[in-house]
């Protein structure tokens, strides 16, 4: 039986959220999500099981928000350098090589915990899964307003993919986890001409 409340969220400042969302992901890194228990989010944080429960209804939906908290790119939407290269670009640089390979080794984790677990792929889907795809739309929409993209082309709905499977495969096929430059190089040499958007500009 999965352990899940409503959540009724209670008054907590950014400050303490952050902090949370911190020792979560610290936990995660340390014994994977399987083993990680609320019992031991409540000690690491000094907090009661009771207020983790009220605050977010269970451990699949703490995670995945403490996940989302911790991406650099959480706000694709704020990003408008009045280029599509450039917006990529500048998503790309919010982290550094430590932090992606850092955050590679999670995902990985994560990834296989979600194949046995339907409330940690539902939550997911909805607070990252699904953000992330309507702020790349955003992203690509304001490239079609300027004119770099046409709104007919096919690849516009596999973006997301396109930049997801870069950051998996080259752990896989390099043994290797992402950087900067090989995210950078992808872009330009992948993601912007599927897109019609020569890379020189």
């Keep these: 039986m999965t352990e899940v409340a409503t959540p009724r969220r209670s008054r907590i400042t950014p ?18 999500y399987d083993a990680l228990t609320m019992d031991a989010v409540a000690a690491r944080t000094r907090s009661s099981k009771a207020t983790l429960y009220r605050q ?4 699949a939906e703490l995670v995945a928000k403490a996940v989302r908290h911790n991406k650099p790119g959480a706000s694709l939407g704020g990003v408008d350098t009045g280029s599509l290269k450039g917006d990529l670009h500048a998503l790309t640089m919010r982290s550094d090589d430590c932090e992606m390979e850092r955050n590679s080794a999670l995902m990985r984790g994560l990834a296989m915990a979600m194949h046995g677990n339907p409330d940690l792929l539902a939550a997911f889907r909805e607070h990252l899964v699904e953000p992330e795809m309507a702020e790349f739309k955003n992203v690509v929409q304001r490239a079609i307003d300027r004119g770099e993209v046409r709104a007919d082309n096919p690849a516009i709905h596999y973006m997301v993919h396109m930049m997801i499977g870069a950051f998996a495969a080259c752990t896989m096929i390099d043994e290797q986890p992402p950087t900067q430059a090989f995210l950078l190089s992808y872009i330009d040499a992948v993601v912007l001409p599927a897109l019609g958007v020569p890379a020189s500009l």
Excluded: F, I, P, S
Aim: hydrophobic share 40%; glycine share 14%.
């Design 15 to 32: 400050e303490r959220e952050a902090e949370l969302y911190t020792a979560v992901l610290d936990l995660l890194r340390e014994v994977g």
């Design 56 to 59: 977010w209804g269970g451990k």
